[in-house]
């Protein structure tokens, strides 16, 4: 005979609120005995008011043979809901924006494990400390102690096991996906804080996708409780099927955006998708990594994305910075850790890789120390994590944000703090004020415009269930270092009635057309004067006069430049000579557009050459110049030719490095040239493992890319002596943002000015 006794209690205070107890018959070999036990009065766990219960279950022998003998089993939970209702994530009856990060677990040394516990719980701390209300597993599960501090400090978790995404095609492709997802629900199923499991991730359709679609069942049988979302980002494109199942559903429902039966057949065109890859059209569950710097239709896509279709789930979406390779690789010597392990020997190759390129692109003119080159680009990452967040947080129809991602995992430079758990300089400020149930979000028409000219600003109230629908006072301006340049105050309204009747998440309460005319740095705020208290509320931004200081009376020569330049130039009281008709006499500064292949190959290009040696000055407004075919440097006039490529900027990207000079007079001094500014000017190609400049202007680089040693850089700028004359190499796309963009101006006619 044995007896079966359970005994429950609140952790909080140790009181006991249950226990139940069976006697029953045990024969020889296996079998099964269910103890059930009600709690009536239960508290629920929140991610405010994490409560949970201690169960302890005693199996004792009483019969005569090892009577008295037992084995015990303890287990923590909570009582909570969480589920998707009307597009939106509630927990307990109330709706959550869910405010999560994805990340990989990796660890300094060891990979998945760790030499130093505390770095497992950091990432959870900080977390938590920063405004998050979930974290994200992807594609391997989470350590138990993980799960155990997640229930007691309310951090809600997302979870996905290693077969969610990357999974090989296999005959026992299903038999390894079910072992691996049931493994993971039987494992951590009773933690109050696991709110959301996690099939796939990025998989599009194939077999790893229809194993995931059928095992919804085997999971209900495991797990009826929870939330389970099918594949993040949902690659397989299907928008027939839905992306989430309920707590006790046993179907894939259609909760976000287009999904529906009717499948493509109710999914609007959308234009320029590509800009917004990956996301896939009409999904709901959604990434999306654009192309930096952003072009203004994807910030009009995420502001606007669900507006007319269910809400949303931004599943994956961010930006990094580089990652400071110098501190890392130090931190394993400071550890006293061998400096030939794997991960120790990766950072210090790309140490020396970067520290070669600061002496030779002469970088101690900008930073005082290498390393600081790192450090102004995690404070520029800053403000673009606000940027991220201002859309994000100013679509009402988007129902919740995994941001990419917690920390510099695998090496990279894609999280909020280093690989060794340390916060990137201002990055805690700037997201917790990114997460702030209340909070502003700003948006000049650009950050950089034209004075003179009209342009748009806007203010958004993000607003998670904070403030009541009404109408509260407001103050908005725009400062300079003379003072208020415009400021309007007005009582601002927020609705009752948004998406399924409740609130919306964020309303526009502000667009107004403004216009400057001192050139300089502005500030645009926003405050509430009462009722509540907003964070945010502060964006800098740039006016630019382009033809202040402009050079007077200048006369230039232009080679395969187009009419549209010409034009421009001549407009702005700047003689154009045709290099290939006119006399140059007097025109010591040529600018090559994009010649033909049989002129640069040519007599033309020799006569260039010669104009060099001889003193003038060359310019050329684009790398396509010197491509011959496929080879992108076949007319560069240098031993070392290296190659012109392409570079894809996006969550991984190299920064360019400016340093003090005429070129970017009335732009910016020198240091990281911030891509919100230079906008559609700034560079797209660099040229790469070419002759060192004599000077070089400009540079770009970048650690933790995705290459095999995890760096790159180039030229972007550069100044060779020829003769007695100069060639100039440049990157920035002038020509194609004249007139459409001050900066563009600017340089152009500061080109003019110093060359």
């Not at 494109?237 to 179907?251: E, L, V, W, Y």
Request: charge should be negative.
């Amino acid at each position: 005979g044995c007896r079966l006794s359970l005994h429950t209690g609140e952790v909080a205070g140790g009181r006991q609120v249950s226990a139940c107890e069976t006697r029953f018959e045990a024969l020889p070999g296996e079998s099964v005995h269910t103890l059930r036990q009600t709690i009536g009065g239960y508290r629920l766990w929140s991610t405010d008011d994490p409560f949970l219960y201690h169960s302890l279950l005693s199996l004792t022998a009483s019969a005569d043979e090892g009577a008295g003998q037992s084995s015990d089993q303890s287990v923590r939970f909570g009582f909570r809901d969480f589920r998707v209702r009307s597009g939106y994530f509630t927990l307990n009856g109330k709706r959550v924006f869910l405010r999560c990060s994805h990340t990989g677990n990796c660890m300094p040394v060891s990979g998945s494990m760790t030499r130093d516990p505390d770095l497992v719980m950091r990432d959870l701390h900080y977390a938590k400390a920063l405004g998050f209300n979930a974290v994200r597993f992807i594609a391997g599960v989470s350590m138990a102690a993980q799960l155990d501090m997640c229930d007691e400090i309310g951090l809600m978790v997302y979870e996905e096991c290693h077969a969610a995404w990357l999974l090989g095609d296999s005959p026992r492709l299903k038999e390894y996906f079910d072992r691996s997802t049931s493994g993971m629900i039987r494992r951590d199923r009773n933690h109050a804080c696991v709110t959301l499991w996690g099939l796939l991730n990025e998989t599009y359709d194939g077999g790893a996708f229809h194993a995931a679609l059928e095992y919804l069942p085997t999971a209900r049988a495991l797990d009826p409780t929870r939330l389970i979302l099918l594949s993040s980002g949902r690659w397989d494109a299907k928008t027939d099927i839905g992306s989430i199942s309920n707590p006790f559903s046993d179907r894939w429902e259609y909760e976000w955006g287009y999904e529906s039966e009717a499948g493509d057949a109710g999914v609007p065109e959308m234009a320029n998708l590509e800009l917004v890859a990956p996301y896939k059209k009409g999904l709901g569950d959604m990434h999306i990594y654009p192309k930096i710097p952003q072009a203004d239709f994807v910030g009009h896509f995420i502001r606007t994305v669900g507006s007319q279709s269910k809400p949303v789930f931004l599943s994956e979406y961010g930006i990094g910075s580089q990652s400071n390779a110098i501190q890392e690789y130090l931190k394993y010597e400071e550890n006293g850790i061998r400096a030939d392990l794997e991960d120790a020997s990766f950072y210090k190759g790309m140490v020396e890789l970067f520290l070669r390129d600061w002496a030779g692109y002469g970088l101690s003119e900008v930073f005082t120390f290498p390393e600081d080159f790192f450090i102004e680009s995690m404070r520029l990452n800053c403000r673009q994590r606000q940027m991220v967040f201002d859309l994000v947080r100013s679509n009402p129809k988007i129902c919740g944000y995994n941001l990419t991602g917690l920390l510099d995992h695998a090496i990279t430079g894609e999280g909020l703090w280093t690989f060794w758990r340390e916060f990137e300089p201002g990055m805690a400020e700037a997201v917790r004020e990114g997460w702030a149930p209340l909070r502003w979000a700003l948006f000049p028409q650009k950050r950089c415009v034209y004075a003179g000219r009209p342009f748009t600003v806007e203010a958004v109230l993000c607003n998670e269930d904070v403030l009541s629908p009404g109408g509260y006072p407001a103050w908005f301006r725009i400062k300079g270092r003379n003072g208020a340049a415009w400021e309007k105050k007005m009582e601002i309204a927020l609705p009752k009635d948004g998406y399924a009747g409740m609130p919306p998440l964020a309303v526009s309460v502000m667009n107004e057309i403004v216009t400057i005319d001192e050139p300089g740095e502005y500030e645009f705020g926003a405050t509430l004067l009462g009722g509540g208290a907003p964070a945010g509320g502060r964006l800098k931004m740039r006016v630019i006069d382009p033809c202040e200081n402009a050079p007077e009376g200048r006369t230039i020569a232009a080679w395969g430049c187009d009419g549209k330049t010409v034009a421009w130039l001549k407009e702005h009281e700047v003689k154009v000579l045709d290099f290939s008709r006119d006399n140059l006499d007097g025109a010591a500064l040529i600018l090559i557009g994009n010649p033909e292949d049989s002129d640069m190959g040519g007599q033309s290009f020799k006569r260039l050459l010669d104009l060099v040696s001889c003193g003038a000055n060359a310019v050329f407004m684009a790398p396509a110049a010197f491509a011959k075919g496929e080879d992108a440097t076949a007319f560069l006039p240098f031993e070392q030719k290296g190659s012109c490529q392409k570079y894809y900027e996006w969550l991984y990207h190299l920064d360019n490095v400016h340093i003090r000079h005429p070129l970017f007079e009335g732009i910016e001094e020198e240091g990281i040239a911030d891509y919100e500014y230079f906008g559609s000017v700034y560079p797209e190609y660099i040229f790469e493992g070419i002759q060192r400049p004599d000077k070089t202007i400009c540079a770009a680089l970048g650690t933790g890319q995705m290459r095999p040693d995890g760096y790159a850089s180039g030229v972007t700028f550069g100044e060779y002596a020829y003769g007695k004359g100069k060639i100039m190499l440049n990157c920035f796309r002038i020509e194609e943002a004249l007139g459409a963009n001050p900066v563009a101006d600017r340089m152009l006619l500061n080109l003019i000015k110093c060359y």
